[in-house]
T-cell receptor, first 113, second 119 residues
Framework: GENVEQHPSTLSVQEGDSAVIKCTYSDSASNYFPWYKQELGKGPQLIIDIRSNVGEKKDQRIAVTLNKTAKHFSLHITETQPEDSAVYFCAAIRPYGNNRLAFGKGNQVVVIP | DAGVIQSPRHEVTEMGQEVTLRCKPISGHNSLFWYRQTMMRGLELLIYFNNNVPIDDSGMPEDRFSAKMPNASFSTLKIQPSEPRDSAVYFC?????????????????FGEGSRLTVL
């Protein structure tokens, strides 16, 4: 099955700086890659996703890039703000068949004011 | 819509007791997922249902765990008997999967979780 790994496990950044989280996946058939944000005491929430037919997608201060050859994708947060402090999960899934989203173990991002 | 609703939010019980966690998915969603979250293992998929039918229960740790979905608006996850190692946050999530085996959309809507502590 799919195996997703995230690095680093914890990331501290100064407010206003950029944060980058990287994920690698193992199943070359995976074609959908979402990122979820989990705030303290809440469930994860989808913040951005990308499909394998594009290399980059942006939404305001958040962007995701995908390298299918190397089987890795990254989340970029620019101009970080205190409310960006959370745990971020990447995931991957195949286009058809078992609807089983494989999550990484999460990255704790801490934005220092 | 109120989103995915889970109850209880917190449960503290003693080893050996039965625990029942409840979930109401978003109306109109046809897939429901139960996840367990711990520091060591992250988010683990326990089981998921499509149109109320269990599709993949390979993540259920052992026979002490069981899940049901009697209708489209309700699901339960039961642990009997509970053990201290079951302590975790249990999340329910729902999604709208396309009919006829179409492409997996992947977007899940999570509830706020049920924090279980087994003493």
């Amino acid at each position: 099955g799919e195996n997703v790994e995230q690095h680093p496990s914890t990331l501290s950044v100064q407010e206003g700086d950029s944060a980058v989280i990287k994920c690698t996946y193992s199943d070359s058939a995976s074609n959908y890659f979402p990122w979820y944000k989990q705030e303290l005491g809440k469930g994860p929430q989808l913040i951005i996703d990308i499909r394998s037919n594009v290399g980059e997608k942006k939404d305001q201060r958040i962007a995701v890039t995908l390298n299918k050859t190397a089987k890795h994708f990254s989340l970029h947060i620019t101009e970080t703000q205190p409310e960006d402090s959370a745990v971020y999960f990447c995931a991957a899934i195949r286009p058809y068949g078992n609807n089983r989203l494989a999550f990484g173990k999460g990255n704790q991002v801490v934005v220092i004011p | 819509d109120a989103g995915v609703i889970q109850s209880p939010r917190h449960e503290v019980t003693e080893m050996g007791q039965e625990v029942t966690l409840r979930c109401k998915p978003i109306s109109g969603h046809n897939s429901l997922f139960w996840y367990r979250q711990t520091m060591m293992r992250g988010l683990e998929l326990l089981i998921y249902f499509n149109n109320n039918v269990p599709i993949d229960d390979s993540g259920m740790p052992e026979d002490r765990f069981s899940a049901k979905m009697p209708n489209a608006s309700f699901s339960t996850l039961k642990i009997q008997p509970s053990e201290p190692r079951d302590s975790a946050v249990y999340f329910c999530a729902s999604s709208l999967a396309l009919a006829g085996g179409g492409p997996n959309t992947g977007e899940l809507f999570f509830g706020e979780g049920s924090r279980l502590t087994v003493l």
